[in-house]
């Protein structure tokens, strides 16, 4: 795995966050919050990674 930036990932942590912010159930299509929800939950994922791998 090649070394990430800290800037790369605090941009990436604040794109997750503006995605999080504006996700909302869209009732015409319910499945997409949730796959919206749990996208957004693996960028966070990856990102503590890199940030606990260095």
Do not use: D, H, K, Y
Request: aromatic residues 8%; glycine residues 4%.
């Amino acid at each position: 795995m090649s070394p990430v930036s800290p800037a790369s990932t605090a941009e990436r942590l604040r794109e997750a966050a503006w995605r999080l912010g504006r996700l909302s159930p869209n009732w015409q299509n319910p499945e997409e919050f949730f796959e919206e929800r749990s996208e957004i939950e693996r960028e966070l994922r990856r990102a503590a990674r890199e940030v606990e791998l260095g």
